[in-house]
């Protein structure tokens, strides 16, 4: 055979192997995996169903999902890389965009809307009534930023209560304790404190009902992980919109998978999930999509920054288009 022939049939086999690994779906190559940090939140569902029924590994994924009690050590969890994701509020996102770090959102994931809470004793009948007070809440975290946006709306800054940093999920005992008459938190911290002493003793005086779109879920990576492992993102994605379509076609088994994660009850889950509104792939788009409304990241991010530069918390409001990168979705989108 000559050198030339032989050149030929080589190459000929060389291309057919580039077509046939290009034609092995990405679930039939070697498993990926991701470390995705999260807190116990009744809006992340969809991550939680598709991982008690490992949904990712179609898409030739393994997911990971590493529970923090306190949101605000997220962020620095992914910025040292020992987790390769993260769920966290746009509020965080733009604080971390801020210090530098290049956390970008790639899926927006739900809408908190009555999950997050500020609760009371009885007597403290509206956000007026904070003045002087103990207020408990974690800073730096979604509450901090709940709690900043009710005190403006009202004309009052953090200079008119006691502030007492508190994680959100010790906020319950220290309510029931008698020591703290106001605090916020999240589900399922709000529906706890509500049921404290048969139920009456406490109610809701400010929440994310109050600020439709404000606090936004999300999931991020460090932009270097984007350039490195953008298959896993994409596959993660499609794991999570696969999670979103169990949870509507087997609402009653998803939200027994849902509550054992929150420690509830399915009925109470079902309960737990009406103060979320999780965004569907074909709305997800309107996210990245400048717009003065509340649903955009630029809309909302306008709401969120001025408050944080007020409290001193950043410097300056940042550019939100580079706080977000939209190709997965894009991608997925109908």
Do not use: C
């Not at 009371?120 to 002087?132: H, L, W």
């Not at 404290?196 to 005086?205: E, N, T």
């Not at 009902?209 to 990576?221: H, M, N, S, Y």
């Amino acid at each position: 055979m000559s050198v030339p022939t032989l050149r030929l049939i080589r190459k000929l086999a060389l291309g057919a192997g580039l077509l046939a690994a290009a034609a092995v779906p990405f679930a039939a190559r070697a498993a990926e995996s991701l470390k995705i940090g999260t807190v116990v939140w009744v809006g992340y569902g969809p991550f939680y169903v598709a991982d008690k029924l490992d949904l990712y590994k179609k898409h030739g994924l393994k997911v990971s999902l590493q529970f923090f009690s306190d949101p605000a050590l997220i962020p620095p969890a992914l910025a040292g890389g020992s987790i390769d994701g993260a769920m966290l509020t746009y509020d965080q996102v733009v604080a971390s965009d801020a210090k530098g770090l290049k956390h970008r959102v790639v899926m927006p994931i739900d809408f908190s809307n009555g999950g997050d809470a500020i609760v009371a004793e009885a007597a403290v009948k509206s956000v007026a009534d904070f003045k002087g007070k103990k207020v408990g809440f974690n800073p730096l975290s979604p509450s901090d930023f709940l709690l900043a946006y009710a005190l403006q709306k009202n004309g009052m800054g953090a200079k008119d209560i006691e502030s007492i940093n508190m994680t959100p999920e010790g906020i319950p005992g220290a309510m029931a304790s008698g020591s703290l008459p106001v605090g916020v938190t999240y589900e399922p911290n709000v529906s706890q404190i509500l049921a404290l002493g048969g139920g009456g003793k406490f109610h809701v005086v400010f929440s994310s009902k109050d600020a439709p779109g404000l606090i936004t879920d999300v999931l991020v990576f460090d932009e270097k992980v984007i350039a490195k492992r953008g298959k896993a993102i994409q596959a993660l994605i499609q794991g999570y919109v696969d999670g979103m379509a169990y949870m509507k076609a087997h609402p009653e088994e998803s939200a027994e998978i849902i509550g054992k994660v929150l420690g509830v009850s399915a009925a109470e889950a079902k309960e737990q999930m009406s103060g979320v509104y999780n965004i569907p792939l074909a709305e997800m788009m309107t996210n990245f999509t400048p717009s003065e409304q509340t649903t955009s990241f630029h809309g909302s991010g306008a709401v969120i920054g001025k408050i944080l530069v007020d409290n001193g918390q950043i410097p300056a409001v940042p550019d939100f288009a580079k706080t977000y990168d939209a190709q997965f979705v894009k991608a997925l989108a109908p």
